[in-house]
């Protein structure tokens, strides 16, 4: 009769009449373990935090109302942006620093944008500055300063944004100002010229 | 003919599975818990925010403001003095909250009743709750957002202080702690920001990319 034996997986043929102590197999079934190993990978996957948050690190200047006198004499007009922050995320802006109420500056609007926006006001303005300086109506030592001045309708996120622009732009001066009632009226004014609500 | 085993050798999986638990398991760092979820703006700049020492004023959309300190030591000593500053009568049991819980966004007055309910009770106050007060004048009683701030410089003078607000919170509530910290003479902090890809062709781009700034 041709049988084979089957009882026996491993192990070899000890003869007849010996007994076979049996052996079990070393082998475990690993697929539960697996499963828990991803189960974990999972969890710690989920749960983890992979990319820190960045920070933006502020200097702001120190606080003493005689220095502030001094530096604001030292600021040439012609270096100047000032940048009003209005609601919407509206961008006004005008040359000079806009301290005589009695002659109005000429306020643009502009917004956050890759093109024609801010951003372009600004390395425009560094070239203008850069070509005061070469022909000498400038000192070496000007650089062009940006004065922003959030309205109070102004968001975080437009601070934000305007403080990125300085250091998208190489822009080394630029200072948080509060805004002042002539600021608020030469937006006031120019709303009202271009009927925005 | 033969048949074949369906059996597949899960050696190398399982290998593969623990190695990538390892991996996770000492990589990882879990989120810390946040009382409201902020959407930061996002800003080209790339330090990374330090490990420790961080004091975190949270600004939420609606500009309510929440405080905390990441080391449980600091937390720890700095309720105490609060407590004693302030005269809140708190319990050991309620300054204990405190010194393991995340971070407050109460006034004073409702402290003591925040920080004796239980964590889940107070994270459904934390969606109610007035945010802690502030003022533009550091002295002024009503500024306790300052009070917080002098305790904990006082306890670790090395906190970095940082501020995550959210992109739509309001520029008078983010003025506010700003005149708060310039106040007690802190002109250096962080902001906390997401992070954005350089625009291609400005200064900062040349910078990035090797080359020096056009002047």
């Known amino acids: 009769m041709a049988e084979m034996d089957t009882s026996s997986s491993g192990g070899h043929k000890k003869g007849p009449g010996v007994k076979k102590g049996k052996k079990l197999s070393t082998r475990i079934d690993l697929t539960p373990m697996v499963d828990l190993g991803f189960l974990l990978i999972t969890f710690f996957m989920y749960t983890t935090t992979m990319s820190k948050p960045k920070t933006m690190e502020i200097n702001m200047p120190y606080k003493d109302e005689n220095i502030k006198e001094d530096e604001q004499t030292k600021i040439k007009a012609s270096t100047v942006i000032s940048v009003l922050l209005s609601k919407d995320h509206r961008i006004y802006y005008y040359e000079g620093i806009g301290d005589d109420p009695t002659k109005p500056p000429q306020l643009n609007v502009t917004y956050f944008k890759p093109k024609d926006g801010i951003r372009d006001v600004l390395i425009n303005k560094k070239k203008a500055v850069e070509e005061l300086k070469a022909s000498g109506a400038l000192g070496a030592k000007d650089q062009v300063t940006i004065i922003i001045k959030p309205d109070v309708t102004s968001t975080y996120e437009d601070l934000v944004n305007m403080l990125d622009e300085m250091s998208i732009n190489d822009i080394r001066v630029y200072a948080i100002v509060d805004i002042t009632p002539v600021d608020k009226e030469f937006i006031q004014m120019t709303e009202q010229a271009n009927g925005v609500q | 003919m033969p048949r074949k085993s369906t059996h597949v050798d899960m050696t190398a999986m399982c290998d593969v599975a623990f190695l990538l638990l390892t991996f996770f398991m000492l990589a990882t760092k879990f989120k810390p818990d946040e009382p409201v979820t902020v959407t930061t703006p996002n800003s080209i700049s790339e330090i990374p ?58 006034p004073f007055s409702q402290l003591k009743s925040y920080l004796a309910a239980e964590p889940n009770q107070q994270k459904e106050f934390d969606k109610t709750a007035a945010g802690i007060p502030t003022d533009t004048v550091v002295t002024s009683d009503a500024n306790e957002l300052a009070a917080w701030i002098r305790l904990a410089r006082n306890n670790n003078p090395k906190l970095r202080i940082t501020i995550k607000a959210d992109a739509d919170a309001s520029y008078p509530d983010i003025k506010k702690i700003i005149s708060t910290l310039e106040g007690w003479k802190i002109f250096k902090f962080n902001l906390i920001t997401g992070l954005k890809a350089v625009p291609p062709g400005t200064a900062a781009y040349d910078v990035q990319m090797g080359k020096a700034p056009q002047h």
């Open chain 2, 49 to 106: 925010l330090p490990d420790a020492d961080i004091m975190m004023i949270t600004v939420d959309p609606k500009g309510r403001i929440f405080f905390s300190v990441d080391n449980p030591k600091v937390r720890e000593a700095l309720i105490e003095d609060m407590d004693e500053y302030k005269k809140l009568g708190l319990s050991t049991a309620e300054k204990r909250a405190f010194a393991v819980g995340s971070s407050v966004g109460v």
